[in-house]
T-cell receptor, first 113, second 108 residues
Framework: DAEITQSPRHKITETGRQVTLACHQT?????MFWYRQDLGHGLRLIHY???????NKGEVSDGYSVSRSNTEDLPLTLESAASSQTSVYFC????????????FGPGTRLTVL | DAKTTQPNSMESNEEEPVHLPCNHS???????IHWYRQLPSQGPEYVIHGLTSNVNNRMASLAIAEDRKSSTLILHRATLRDAAVYYC?????????FGTGTRLKVLA
């Protein structure tokens, strides 16, 4: 069955380190998204991509970057991790239009000490 | 950007209908209204969506106001497994904004 996976599921890192969170989907969806979820804030969009070589900033993109070299993967990189980036990160994908249903991964819990 | 407003929490008795409201007064003509729910320790999952007309599926019904400035997710018979955070989202070109959602508690 097609699916969307995230790795690692849990990560502890130190302030200042570079961290990359992986997201892989097997639906062949054009659109992929990264969100973070913090208590009291719901989900907030970090970056999104509408296809290979396309990336766009969301509402909370500072300190994060993404690259889309193929359809299946959208890795999220924290260039220099900060304690404020401690959060649960969710990756999602959707087929074509921005209005299509999004399918979410299981999440990655990141702790920055 | 268009935003949605939902009550922070609601309670329902098991086997009774639940009406979850959402206000989206700044909705634009091309925005779809999506509903997702998030069970504890899981990613959000799709529930239902619509544009102008009311919609039904096996999980729920979506009632959309005539002016589209509000909508209501209807769970016809709440079960304990429906306890979750429900998000109302406006989905349009270059925007897919989650609010803080409504935490639904189902009482046995």
């Amino acid at each position: 069955d097609a699916e969307i996976t995230q790795s690692p599921r849990h990560k502890i890192t130190e302030t200042g380190r570079q961290v990359t969170l992986a997201c892989h989907q097997t639906w062949n969806h054009n659109n992929m998204f990264w969100y973070r979820q913090d208590l009291g804030h719901g989900l907030r969009l970090i970056h999104y991509s509408y296809g290979v070589q396309d990336t766009n900033k969301g509402e909370v993109s500072d300190g994060y970057s993404v690259s889309r070299s193929n359809t299946e993967d959208l890795p999220l990189t924290l260039e220099s991790a900060a304690s404020s980036q401690t959060s649960v990160y969710f990756c999602a994908s959707s087929r074509d239009r921005s209005t299509d249903t999004q399918y979410f991964g299981p999440g990655t819990r990141l702790t920055v000490l | 950007d268009a935003k949605t407003t939902q009550p922070n929490s609601m309670e329902s008795n098991e086997e009774e209908p639940v009406h979850l409201p959402c206000n989206h007064s700044t909705i634009s003509g091309t925005d779809y209204i999506h509903w997702y729910r998030q069970l504890p320790s899981q990613g959000p999952e799709y529930v239902i969506h619509g544009l102008t007309s009311n919609v039904n599926n096996r999980m729920a019904s979506l009632a959309i106001a005539e002016d589209r400035k509000s909508s209501t997710l209807i769970l016809h018979r709440a079960t304990l497994r429906d306890a979750a955070v429900y998000y109302c989202i406006l989905a349009g070109t270059y925007k897919y904004i989650f609010g803080t959602g409504t935490r639904l508690k189902v009482l046995a």
